[in-house]
C-alpha cells in the first residue's frame, strides 16, 4: 500500500467571489490537489460550476486539478474539462453507461481517470473497471451538498475497497469525499484512505482555511510515520 497521502480541498465551501484567495490558503497550508465540484441539476440536486470558472483557477494555482463529474451523460464533457485545465477526472459509475470507455479515453489524453461512486453503490459494480481506474473516488456522503454528516459505515467499504485492490495487485488509489474533518480523519486513514477531499472542514468562516489543512496535514504525517514502522 503506498505510503502517500495527500489533502483535496474541496472548493465547494469556499467564498466563489474570492476564489483566488481562497486557492492561495490552502496552498499556504501544504494542499496537495484542489478538487473541483462540477453539478448538473441532474444527477444531484444542484448546480455549480463548469469549464470556465475551471480555467480560471487553472491560472490561479500550479496544485493539480480534481475534477469531480456529478454529472449525467460525463463523457460528452471531458474533452471541456481538459481544455480548461483538469489533470484528474472522476465520473460517476452511476453516470455513465460506457464508462470503460471514459476511463480509457482519459487515460490515453494523459489526465488521471477516477470513478466515483455513491454510497449506495455497491463495490461490486467496479470490478471489471478497477484495473483501468487510477483511483476510486469513494463517496461518503450522498453527493450534491457540502457540509453533511459523514456515512458510518464508510470505514467498511474503504476496507473493503483497499483488501480487493492489494489482493489483485492493483495501482488504483482510493479517494474519499464527504463530511471529512479532523475528528473523523484518523478513522478513514485506518481503512485505507489514501487521498482526502474535505470542503466545510477547510472553508469555513470560525477557522482559517491555510490552518486548516495544516492540521489535516499533520493528522496525515502522523498515519504516514506509523505505516513507516509497521
Ligand atoms: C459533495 C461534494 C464534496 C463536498 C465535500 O457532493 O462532492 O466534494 O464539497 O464537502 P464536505 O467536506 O463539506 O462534506
Ligand atoms: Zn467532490
Not at 29 to 47: C, K, L, S, T
Not at 88 to 93: A, E, G, N, Q, T
Request: net charge neutral; with cysteine; proline share 6%.
Amino acid at each position: 500500500m503506498t505510503k502517500r497521502i495527500e489533502i483535496a480541498p474541496s472548493i465547494l465551501s469556499a467564498d466563489f467571489a474570492n476564489l483566488g484567495r481562497e486557492i492561495e490558503r490552502v496552498q499556504i497550508g501544504g494542499a496537495d490537489i484542489i478538487h473541483i465540484d462540477v453539478m448538473d441539476g441532474h444527477f444531484v440536486p444542484n448546480i455549480t460550476i463548469g469549464p470556465p470558472v475551471v480555467a480560471s483557477i487553472r491560472k490561479t494555482t500550479g496544485l493539480p486539478l480534481d475534477v469531480h463529474l456529478m454529472i449525467e451523460n460525463p463523457d460528452r464533457y471531458v474533452d471541456d474539462f481538459m481544455r480548461a485545465g483538469a489533470d484528474w477526472i472522476s465520473v460517476h459509475v452511476e453516470a455513465d453507461v460506457h464508462i470503460d470507455r471514459t476511463l480509457r479515453y482519459l487515460k490515453e489524453c494523459g489526465v488521471k481517470a477516477g470513478v466515483a461512486i455513491n454510497p449506495g453503490t455497491s463495490l461490486t459494480s467496479l470490478q471489471e473497471i478497477l484495473p483501468l481506474a487510477d483511483f476510486v473516488l469513494i463517496m461518503t456522503v450522498n453527493p450534491g451538498f457540502g457540509g453533511q454528516k459523514f456515512i458510518p459505515s464508510s470505514p467498511n467499504k474503504i476496507r473493503k475497497l483497499r483488501e480487493i485492490i492489494a489482493s489483485n495487485g492493483y495501482k488504483t488509489r482510493i479517494e474519499i469525499d464527504g463530511g471529512i474533518g479532523p475528528e473523523n480523519l484518523r478513522k478513514v486513514l485506518i481503512a485505507g484512505a489514501q487521498i482526502i477531499v474535505a470542503g466545510s472542514a477547510i472553508f469555513n468562516p470560525r477557522k482559517d482555511a491555510s490552518e486548516a489543512v495544516k492540521e489535516l496535514k499533520g493528522i496525515a504525517r502522523q498515519r504516514i510515520r506509523e505505516l513507516k514502522v509497521d
